[in-house]
């Protein structure tokens, strides 16, 4: 089983300021990571994912995670934050190997980043 | 702009209603998914269908019922619901095989149980 720890519920910050939202997990398997962002009244949009090979992944809208396998940490990163950023953030993890024919993701409980200015 | 779209996005029904939320995605992909998103707690997924089978139903109480009449289009029928039912219904889509792939969501329907 595979479980996701989001270890910040909020994060404040203000604008152009560096930012860090953390991310842990826990399985038995070797696993695929994901973050996606909801922002107000919208459905979730893929920031980036980690499958193999580098473990630092460039995503959307300037944002960067990397992958730790000794520490089991996927922590999301931007060195400036605007207004825009502020959203619903979410790390997710799947089994590598699955073979239900479909994507077994499974969710942190997200971090609100409020960007203020 | 999303390739998966959800309707009603909002939506209001009385315990004893039935009422229906619908989902259709544009990407060509062939597994779709209902999950259920609650504040303060992780996304749920509710079920999963693969060409139009059911693949998943994660302990989900009958009172709602998925259909999948093909891979394009997914509905969530709702009866006899009750007010802690009221959350974020999230409809997503992905290509089959690869538990890598991306998975797509549409915008959500707001439910809120009376």
């Known amino acids: 089983a595979q479980s996701v720890t989001q270890l910040d519920s909020q994060v404040p910050v203000f604008e152009e300021a560096p930012v860090e939202l953390r991310c842990n997990y826990s399985?038995?398997?070797?696993?695929?990571l994901f973050w996606y962002v909801q922002y107000p009244n919208q459905g979730l949009q893929l920031l980036l994912k980690?499958?193999?090979?580098?473990?630092l992944v460039k995503g959307i809208n300037g944002f960067e995670a990397e992958f730790n396998k000794s520490q089991t940490s996927f922590h999301l990163r931007k060195p400036s934050v605007h207004i825009s950023d502020t959203a619903e953030y979410f790390c997710a993890v799947s089994p590598v190997g699955f073979s239900g024919g479909y994507n077994k993701l499974i969710f942190g409980a997200g971090t609100r980043l409020a960007v203020h200015p | 702009e999303t390739g998966v779209t959800q309707t009603p996005r909002h939506l209001v029904m009385g315990m004893t209603n039935k009422k229906s939320l619908k989902c259709e995605q544009h990407?060509?992909?062939?597994?779709m998914y209902w999950y259920k998103q609650s504040a303060k707690k992780p996304l749920e997924l509710m079920f999963v269908?693969?060409?139009?089978?059911?693949?998943e139903n994660n302990s989900v109480p009958s009172r709602f019922s998925p259909e999948c009449p093909n891979s394009s289009h997914l509905f969530l029928h709702l009866h006899t619901l009750q007010p802690e039912d009221s959350a974020l219904y999230l409809c997503a889509s992905s290509q089959r095989r690869n538990s890598g792939n991306t998975i797509y969501f549409g915008e959500g329907s707001w439910l809120t149980v009376v």
């Open positions: 990407l060509g992909h062939n597994a």
């Open positions: 980690y499958l193999s090979g580098s473990t």
């Open positions: 399985s038995s398997v070797s696993v695929y």
């Open positions: 269908y693969n060409f139009k089978e059911q693949t």
